[in-house]
C-alpha cells in the first residue's frame, strides 16, 4: 500500500485523501518512507524533517475529522524549494552563506502551501542561490536524475524535479528564472510550468533576478501541475510586482486538455541546429500531434530570440549583483574571520569570498560590472532595449497564433560534471526558455518522448501571452493525454526503478 | 589643525560664490517607506523592524501611497512640475547601516522637477531654484564605540539601530543659487528656514533640525570675480541647525578663498561641519568617491501619479508660510520689519493661536516678543518650547482687559505659569494676585503712606506735584503691586490738595 501511494498522482491521493480512504498521515508517512529509500541516490533533499511534516498531516486529518472544509490538495505532500523562506526549517537558497540561517517569516507561497492544507515534507536542494542548470552549483552537492543516476536533474530548481521524478513526493514547487523550473522537468520526464511573471508571489523568495524570478510548481501530470498552481497562485498586496487579477483558470483547462482550432506557432529560432537530434526529432512529432488533435500549426518567427541569451546574461547578474549584496555576515548567516580586529570591511569581504560559490561570484562580477558608471548603456542599458524587442516578437507572434511551441532544451539531460568547466555550454541550457522569462509570459514544459540516442526524456515547451496561463495547460493536457495514449501509461513509468535501500 | 582663512569681506571682493543645498527630509507617516514598521523617534534600538526595512532574504518593498502623496505635495508647494511616471532606482554600496547594502532612492527619474522657492533677506528677494524633489529610505544609525573620531574607523566596535531604517525620506535639491554675494550664507539659511517651515505647514513633517528629521548638505564653490566660470565645489555635511548652515557657508567661502589665494586649488570632496569650532574637515574626496551603479528598482512598480490625484492634492494644500505671512501683516497691521522680528523669533504661529484664542493682535505679540522671549532667550530654548500656550497668555491678557490685573501683576502670572503653578487663573488665585480695587482698602493705605511720608507729603501739597510719584511707589509697595497705580494717584493728589 505504501509504495503504492508513491505511485499516485497528486489529484488521485488527494480524492483518497477527501474520501476517507487513506490519511494524510499515512500518505505523508509512505512519502517519508520512500525518501529514507531513496534519497541517499537522488540527494533531491536539503532537509527533511519527518516530525514537522507528520505534524502536518495530522493537522489535516483533524480539520478533516472535525468536519471543516479543506482545499482540494489538502494532505497532499509538497517538495519546497529551498529558496522559499520557511519558519519552521532553515532555508539556504543552496549557498554556505545562508547554512544555519532560520527565517523568522514564511515566503507567501509557504504559506499558502500552508492555509491549502499541503503538508511541506522536506526543502529541496538548488543551485546556490538558484543560479544554475544542474544543481551542480549547490553548496550541498548536486542532485541526481532517477532516470540516470549519473546525470543532472536539470537546474536550479533540479532537487525538485528529481524529487518528483523519484516519487518522493507528488509535487514540489519550483522558481524559474531562466528555465529552472521548466529545463529540469523536461530532463527529469515531468511537469513544470512558470506562471505570468506577477501571476505568482515573489515575497519571501529569495531573489536572485527580481524582474524575472517566478515561482511556480511541478507535478507528475499535467493536472497535478495546474492543482498546485492554483493553489499558491494569485495576487499578494506584499509583493508590488505582483498582478491584481484572478488565477488563469488552469485547473479547469488542464482538465479540458483539446487543441481542436487553437492556432499553434512553431518558433523557428528555437530548434535545429544545436538542438540533439532525438530532442529535435520528438518535438516534431508532438507538433505533428498537435496537427492530428485538431490544431492549426504555422512557423513563426521571433528574430530577437538570437538575443535573448546574451541579454539574460547582462539583466540576471546586474540583478543579483545587487540583490546579493544583503549577504555581509553583519545581520545573520555565515561571518568568517571577525577576530575583535577585522575591520567590518574585511568581514564582509572574506565572508562573502568563503561563503559563496564560484558561479555566483561570476555573476556578481558580471552584474557589477555591467552596471558600473561608463559600462551602464553599453551593457544593462542595451540589454534592456534587447528585453523590449523580445517582448514585441512575442506580441507580434500572438497576434498570429495562441501559443507557440519549442523543445523546453536543447538536449537532454547531460553527465554529473560534463559542463561544471564551461560556463557558456552550461548557459545553453536555457536557450529555449529564456525568452518567456524575458518577456514575463507564461510557458509549461510536458514530457513529448524519450531521445533515441540515449534513451532520456525529452520536454515540449508551449508559451502563452502573460495571464493566458490556462492555454499552455490546456495543449500540455492535450499533448500528455494522447501521448500516453499512445505509451499506455505516463513517460516516467519507462524509468528504471531505483533500488530501495533500507534505512 | 584647522584650516587658513581669508577674512569674510576680502574673499567677497574677490570671489563671487555659488551654492547648492541639498535637503533631507524625514516624512512623519505613522509607518515607513516600504513596510508597516511605526516611525516613533527615541524607541529602544532594533524594535521597530521587520523583515522587510531588515532587509532579510526573500522580503520586498511595498511603496507607502502617504508618503508619496507627502512627496508630491512639497512638490507642489515648491512650485514643481509632477512627473507622469518614474521610478525607484536602487543605490548599491556597502554599509553595516545599509540593511541591504542598497538604498531605495531615485536616479534620473524623480518625482517631482524645476521649481522654486522664494526668500528674503534684508528686505531682498532672492528666487532660489529648485532641480528637484525625490524620494528614498533612510539608512539605519551606527554608533561607533571607542576609538578617537566616532566614525567607523578606529572604533572598538559598531553597533547598528535600523529602526530608522526604512523611514521615508525626501531629498530636495537646489539649483545652483548664484548672484547672492556677501549675503551668501544668509540666503543659505533664510533658504533653510523657510523650507523648514513650508514642510511644517503642510504638516508632512516636524522637520527638527536636532532630531535629525530636517538635515542639509552644503554646496559653495568660488568664481574670481568677473569670471563666467565657477569653481570647483565642495559638499559639506552634518550641518545640523539653521546657524550651522550660516556658518558652514561663511567658513567654507573664507577657506575656499584661502587655499585660491595661495595658489591652491580647491579639492572637489566631501567635507564635514564641525558645530563646536563652525570650521569644516576634508571627508572623502571625488577620486574615493563611490560608484553606486544605480538602475532602476525591480522590485517596484514605477509610480504614475494620476492628474486627477495631483490635482486633488493641491486643491488640498493649506495656507503656505508667505502667504500667511502677507495675511497676518496686514492683518495685525505689522511694518516689514515688526513682521520680520516675529517670523525670526519662531513667534508666528504663537502670536496667531493667541490671537484665535481672543487676544487682540498687539498685546498677543507684546507678550510673546517682549516678555515671553526674553524668558526663552534667558533659558535657551526655543520660544515654543517654553511651557505656556497661547490660550494661556490669552487668558491672562483677558484678565488685564477685564482690570483684575495689570502688566505688572501678570508678569507673576507668567512666572507662574512657567513655573508650573497651573493655570492662570489657578495662579493668580494661589498667588492672592488681583488689582486692589476696594476704595476704602485703598484709601486707607494712601492715609497711611501720607503719614509715614510727611515730607514729600508737604512738598506735593506745596505745588510739587512730580514728587506725588514717590507716594505711588510706596503705595504700591505696600500693596505688593497689587493696587491700580492711576486711582492711588488720584487719591493722593485729593488728600494733598493738589488735584
Ligand atoms: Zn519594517
Redesign the interface.
Known amino acids: 500500500m505504501s509504495s503504492e501511494l508513491t505511485r499516485r498522482t497528486a489529484a488521485e491521493l488527494a480524492e483518497l485523501i477527501a474520501s476517507g480512504q487513506v490519511s494524510a498521515v499515512e500518505v505523508t508517512q509512505a512519502h517519508l518512507d520512500r525518501i529514507a529509500a531513496v534519497d541517499g541516490q537522488v540527494k533531491a533533499f536539503l532537509h527533511v524533517d519527518a516530525e514537522t511534516a507528520l505534524a502536518q498531516a495530522r493537522a489535516v486529518d483533524e480539520r478533516r475529522a472535525a468536519g471543516e472544509r479543506l482545499g482540494p490538495l489538502a494532505g497532499v505532500p509538497v517538495a519546497h524549494k529551498d529558496v ?2 520557511t519558519a519552521d526549517m532553515p ?1 539556504t ?1 543552496g549557498s554556505k552563506i ?1 547554512e544555519g ?1 532560520r ?3 514564511d ?1 507567501t507561497v509557504t504559506a499558502r502551501l500552508r492555509e491549502a492544507g499541503l503538508v511541506i515534507i522536506g526543502k529541496t536542494n538548488l543551485d546556490e542561490f538558484a543560479m544554475g542548470s544542474s544543481t551542480e552549483n549547490s553548496a550541498f552537492g548536486p542532485s541526481h536524475n532517477p532516470w540516470d543516476l549519473s546525470r543532472v536533474p536539470g537546474g536550479s530548481s533540479g532537487g525538485s524535479s528529481a524529487a518528483v521524478a523519484a516519487y518522493e513526493a507528488p509535487l514540489a514547487t519550483g522558481t524559474d528564472t531562466g528555465g529552472s523550473i521548466r529545463q529540469p522537468a523536461a530532463v527529469t520526464g515531468i511537469v513544470g510550468a512558470k506562471p505570468t511573471y506577477g501571476g505568482s508571489s ?6 536572485f ?3 524575472l524570478d517566478t515561482p511556480g510548481p511541478f507535478g507528475r501530470t499535467v493536472l497535478d501541475a495546474a492543482l498546485l498552481h492554483e493553489a499558491f497562485s494569485g495576487h499578494d ?5 505582483s498582478i491584481d487579477r484572478p488565477v488563469p483558470p488552469v485547473v479547469e483547462a488542464a482538465r479540458r486538455a483539446d487543441v481542436a482550432g487553437l492556432r499553434v506557432g512553431v518558433v523557428k529560432e528555437l530548434g535545429g541546429e544545436g538542438y540533439q537530434p532525438g530532442v529535435q526529432a520528438r518535438f516534431n512529432e508532438a507538433v505533428e500531434l498537435l496537427e492530428s488533435l485538431g490544431a492549426k500549426v504555422a512557423e513563426v518567427s521571433c528574430p530577437h530570440f538570437t538575443y535573448a541569451l546574451p541579454a539574460y546574461y547582462l539583466i540576471a547578474p ?2 543579483c ?2 540583490n546579493l ?4 555576515a ?3 548567516g555565515l561571518r568568517v574571520g571577525d577576530d ?1 580586529v577585522r ?3 574585511e568581514v ?1 569581504a572574506l565572508t562573502r569570498a568563503q561563503g559563496f560559490g564560484a558561479e555566483v561570484k561570476r555573476r556578481i562580477m558580471l552584474g ?1 560590472y555591467a ?3 561608463g559600462y ?1 548603456d553599453a551593457y ?1 542599458g542595451k540589454a534592456q532595449q534587447v528585453r523590449t524587442l523580445i517582448i514585441r516578437d512575442f506580441e507580434a507572434a500572438f497576434e498570429q497564433v495562441d501559443v507557440l511551441v519549442s523543445p523546453t532544451t536543447p538536449t537532454t539531460a547531460f553527465p554529473i560534471g560534463d559542463r561544471v568547466d564551461d560556463p557558456m555550454a552550461m548557459y545553453l541550457a536555457d536557450l529555449a526558455t529564456i525568452p518567456s522569462n524575458l518577456a514575463g509570459n507564461a510557458a509549461i514544459s510536458v514530457p513529448c518522448g524519450l531521445a533515441d540516442e540515449d534513451g532520456l526524456p525529452v520536454g515540449l515547451q508551449v508559451m502563452a501571452p502573460p495571464l493566458a496561463d490556462d492555454r499552455v495547460y490546456r495543449v500540455a493536457a492535450a499533448v500528455e493525454k494522447a501521448l500516453q495514449d499512445r505509451w499506455g501509461g505516463p513517460l516516467l513509468a519507462k524509468a528504471p526503478e531505483l533500488v530501495e535501500v533500507d534505512r | 589643525m584647522s584650516a587658513a582663512l581669508m577674512p569674510y569681506e576680502e574673499a567677497l571682493a574677490k570671489y563671487e560664490p555659488v551654492l547648492g543645498v541639498e535637503t533631507h527630509i524625514e516624512l512623519g507617516t505613522a509607518s515607513k517607506m516600504f513596510c508597516g514598521c511605526p516611525t516613533t523617534f527615541g524607541a529602544p534600538p532594533n524594535t521597530q523592524v521587520c523583515p522587510v526595512c531588515l532587509g532579510l532574504p526573500g522580503s520586498l518593498p511595498v511603496a507607502n501611497k502617504a508618503a508619496i502623496e507627502g512627496i508630491i505635495k512639497i512638490g507642489l508647494a515648491l512650485n514643481c512640475t509632477i512627473v507622469e511616471w518614474c521610478r525607484f532606482a536602487r543605490k548599491n554600496y556597502f554599509y553595516p547601516d545599509m540593511p541591504k547594502n542598497f538604498q531605495i532612492s531615485q536616479y534620473d527619474e524623480p518625482l517631482c522637477v524645476d521649481g522654486h522657492l522664494d526668500v528674503e533677506v534684508d528686505g531682498e528677494t532672492y528666487r532660489i531654484g529648485i532641480e528637484r524633489v525625490h524620494m528614498e529610505e533612510d539608512t539605519g544609525k551606527s554608533l561607533h564605540v571607542g576609538g578617537a573620531t566616532g566614525r567607523i574607523h578606529g572604533a572598538d566596535y559598531s553597533l547598528v539601530d535600523y529602526n530608522r531604517a526604512g523611514i521615508p525620506l525626501v531629498e530636495i535639491v537646489t539649483k545652483p543659487i548664484t548672484g547672492t554675494g556677501d549675503k551668501a550664507p544668509l540666503v543659505a539659511r533664510a533658504y533653510a528656514t523657510e523650507l523648514r517651515e513650508l514642510v511644517r505647514a503642510l504638516g508632512v513633517s516636524d522637520v527638527r533640525m536636532e532630531e535629525g528629521s530636517m538635515r542639509c548638505d552644503i554646496n559653495v564653490s568660488l568664481a574670481p570675480r568677473g569670471s563666467a566660470e565657477w569653481g570647483t565645489r565642495t559638499e559639506t555635511k552634518n550641518v545640523n541647525s539653521l546657524r550651522s548652515v550660516e556658518r558652514a557657508v561663511r567658513h567654507e567661502i573664507e577657506r575656499q578663498a584661502a587655499v585660491l589665494e595661495s595658489g591652491g586649488t580647491v579639492v572637489q570632496e566631501t567635507r564635514h561641519f564641525h558645530e563646536d569650532t563652525g570650521t569644516t574637515t576634508s571627508g572623502r574626496s571625488k577620486e574615493e568617491a563611490q560608484d553606486y551603479r544605480y538602475f532602476p528598482e525591480p522590485d517596484l512598480v514605477p509610480i504614475a501619479p494620476s492628474r486627477e490625484w495631483v490635482e486633488e492634492l493641491r486643491a488640498s494644500l493649506p495656507e503656505l508660510p508667505a502667504a500667511r505671512r502677507r495675511r497676518v501683516q496686514a492683518e495685525w497691521g505689522l511694518t516689514d520689519l515688526e513682521l520680520r522680528d516675529v517670523v525670526n523669533a519662531g513667534a508666528l504661529d504663537l502670536i496667531e493661536d493667541t490671537v484665535k484664542a481672543g487676544c487682540a493682535p498687539a498685546p498677543a505679540r507684546k507678550w510673546w516678543m517682549n516678555e515671553l522671549s526674553r524668558r526663552a532667550a534667558e533659558q535657551g530654548v526655543e520660544l515654543s518650547d517654553l511651557p505656556i500656550t497661547p490660550r494661556q497668555v490669552a487668558r491672562i491678557q483677558a484678565l488685564i482687559d477685564e482690570g483684575s490685573l495689570n502688566d505688572k501683576l501678570a508678569r507673576q502670572v507668567f512666572e507662574g505659569v512657567l513655573a508650573g503653578e497651573g493655570d492662570p487663573d489657578q495662579v493668580v488665585a494661589a498667588r492672592g494676585l488681583k488689582i486692589v480695587s476696594d476704595e476704602g482698602e485703598l484709601s486707607a493705605i494712601v492715609d497711611q503712606v501720607i503719614a509715614d511720608n510727611a515730607e514729600v507729603a508737604e512738598k506735593v501739597r506745596s505745588g510739587k506735584v512730580a514728587a506725588a510719584g514717590a507716594l505711588v511707589g510706596a503705595v504700591m509697595k505696600a500693596t505688593r503691586g497689587q493696587a491700580d497705580a492711576a486711582r492711588a494717584r488720584e487719591l493722593i493728589l485729593e488728600k494733598l490738595g493738589a488735584s
Open positions: 522559499f523562506t532555508t537558497a545562508l540561517w527565517p523568522p517569516y515566503a515573489r515575497y519571501g523568495l529569495i531573489a533576478a527580481s524582474s498586496p506584499l509583493d508590488s510586482t546586474s540583478e549583483s545587487s549584496a544583503r549577504f555581509d553583519m545581520r545573520y575583535g575591520s567590518a570591511e564582509m557589477t552596471l558600473s558608471s551602464y544593462y
